[in-house]
C-alpha cells in the first residue's frame, strides 16, 4: 500500500494583535483553526490558501510569504499532514458570503485568548503556525513552483 500524506494549506493572519480564526465542528467537536484545508487536485498550493479562507471565512486573502511548512503524524489515527503555512492580508471582506457548512461563527482572538483556548485548537499545528509567525519567519513565495506536464 501507497503511503499518502494528507496535503494541507493555511492561512496566518494578523490584525491589530488579534489573529483570525474559524470555529468548526469536527467529528461532534466544536474547534478552532486557522482558515485551512486540503489541496485539491490541478490546484496551486497558492490557489487553495485563497480558496480555503474565502470558503472559511468569506475573506479574500492575499497570500504574501510562507510562513513555514510542516508536517504532522496524528498517531492515534495514523495519519500524516503535510501542512503548508501562508502569511498575508486580506483584500476584501465578502458579504453575507456562504461559508463551509462545517464552519460555525469567524472569530478575532489575541494571542492571550488561543493560549487560554489551546485544548480547544484542531492540531497542534494551529499554535505552531501563529508561533513561527510571531518569531518572524517569512520565506518567499518564490519558493512554491507548479510543474504542469501535458
Not at 67 to 76: D, F, I, N, Q, S
Amino acid at each position: 500500500m501507497t503511503w499518502k500524506p494528507h496535503v494541507t494549506v493555511a492561512a496566518i493572519i494578523e490584525q491589530d494583535n488579534h489573529f483570525l480564526l474559524v470555529e468548526e465542528k469536527v467529528e461532534g467537536k466544536l474547534v478552532f483553526n486557522q482558515p485551512a484545508g486540503h489541496l485539491e487536485p490541478d490546484e496551486s498550493i497558492i490557489d487553495a490558501v485563497i480558496r480555503e479562507t474565502r470558503e472559511e471565512s468569506g475573506c479574500v486573502f492575499q497570500p504574501e510569504y510562507l510562513v513555514g511548512l510542516y508536517r504532522w503524524k496524528m498517531a492515534e489515527k495514523n495519519r500524516t499532514y503535510i501542512r503548508y503555512g501562508f502569511g498575508g492580508n486580506i483584500k476584501q471582506v465578502i458579504e453575507h458570503a456562504e461559508l463551509d457548512a462545517d464552519i460555525i461563527r469567524i472569530l478575532w482572538l489575541s494571542y492571550d485568548e488561543i493560549i487560554e483556548q489551546q485544548s480547544s485548537l484542531r492540531s497542534p499545528l494551529v499554535l505552531q503556525c501563529i508561533d513561527d509567525y510571531r518569531s518572524g519567519q517569512r520565506y518567499s513565495l518564490n519558493l512554491l513552483k507548479d510543474i504542469n506536464n501535458g
